[in-house]
């Protein structure tokens, strides 16, 4: 970028005045020592800044920090903040890499936990047919151990979907409603 810029090669629209004390200056200008101000950022950003687009309106914005600088030729037609707008592709693509990843842990998780609900829930079954006190009790115990690696599994399963509420992920991008967790 041209590096010869001064303060005296800009004017900026009232608008650009006003977008100035409002965002950089967080209005704790006055209006005098503003213009001069706004003038020396302008020409700092300028200068230290780097071309975001050329606009087709004819209009130049470039970037310096966390804001943008809309110019037209040598006037300053506005001063707003950077936002994501230009990496949100980037960021759709990222989360969906993240949401295949965190399914690809959960889905045998949650096909375990079901297998080991079913086994529990059949030697309920068998319990209730057993005539045996010994057998009851092994039964009991059985489903005791089951019962202990289901919550460990679904306290795993609960900590990946905490990571992906991390990344705007919610439990329905993750597990379906039907899955008992």
Do not use: C
């Amino acid at each position: 970028m041209d590096q010869s810029h001064t303060k005296k090669s800009y004017i900026l629209t009232m608008h650009a005045k006003e977008r100035y004390r409002e965002r950089v200056a967080n209005g704790n200008s006055n209006t005098s020592k503003s213009n001069t101000s706004a003038l020396k950022w302008v020409t700092k950003a300028l200068n230290n800044g780097h071309v975001v687009s050329e606009n087709k309106d004819g209009t130049t914005t470039y970037r310096y920090q966390k804001f943008l600088i809309v110019m037209s030729g040598k006037t300053v037609i506005t001063i707003s903040y950077h936002n994501d707008r230009d990496v949100k592709p980037l960021k759709e693509d990222i989360k969906q890499i993240i949401l295949r990843r965190l399914k690809k842990e959960i889905k045998p998780l949650v096909k375990q936990r079901k297998e080991l609900l079913i086994k529990a829930s059949e030697l309920e079954i068998e319990v209730l047919k057993s005539t045996s006190r010994n057998k009851q009790i092994r039964l009991r115990d059985n489903q005791t151990e089951i019962t202990k690696e289901g919550s460990s599994i679904r306290s795993q399963v609960k900590a990946i979907i905490e990571l992906g509420s991390h990344y705007g992920l919610s439990k329905q991008d993750l597990i379906l409603d039907s899955d008992l967790i």
